[in-house]
């Protein structure tokens, strides 16, 4: 078990499968909408967790007992890059500097492997994360199908080590 201020991180479990699907509606459901145009459904969750699954590395956040959070991120094959393919908090836990413990904590975890770059997508309809992650040091690199591709160099200068 890992800790980063004051939350608990462990791997994944098939039973965290029920509570990450619903945070994931919770807060994705109306950006996937306004963003494509599509409805949460059960064939969208399957294919969610199928991938979910398949691939990278997923850690569940805890704060005392209670399951708060995840996130899920996966190197790429050429090892140059990780790509953040999610992370969901409550609502009642954002807004409270526990996104930003989360992408340190995967940059540590990517320079510790000598990864070049951290990557991501983020909605166009999702304004504040876009602003969030520009502010950590992620620039635009491409914009399709309503996403905007976001890359950040990883070393010395562009570590999340100085507070905002």
Do not use: H
């Not at 608990?8 to 919770?26: C, M, N, P, Q, S």
């Not at 790509?83 to 340190?104: A, E, P, T, V």
């Not at 070049?116 to 309809?125: G, I, P």
């Amino acid at each position: 078990m890992e800790y980063i201020e004051g939350v608990r991180l462990r791997d994944l479990t098939e039973g965290d499968l029920e509570f990450i699907i619903a945070v994931t509606k919770e807060n994705m459901a109306p950006l996937i909408k306004d963003a494509w145009g599509l409805d949460w459904g059960r064939d969208f969750e399957e294919r969610y967790t199928k991938e979910l699954l398949s691939s990278g590395v997923v850690k569940v956040v805890y704060s005392s007992n209670e399951l708060i959070g995840y996130f899920w991120f996966s190197e790429q094959a050429d090892k140059s890059q990780v790509f953040i393919n999610s992370i969901q908090l409550r609502k009642n836990y954002q807004k409270k500097g526990l996104g930003l413990c989360i992408l340190k904590w995967i940059e540590q975890n990517a320079v510790n492997r000598k990864i070049q770059y951290l990557c991501l997508a983020v909605q166009e309809t999702n304004p504040r994360a876009s602003k969030f992650y520009r502010k950590l040091g992620f620039r635009e690199v491409l914009r399709e199908n309503g996403s905007i591709k976001m890359r950040k160099e990883l070393g010395s200068r562009g570590r999340m080590d100085k507070p905002l």
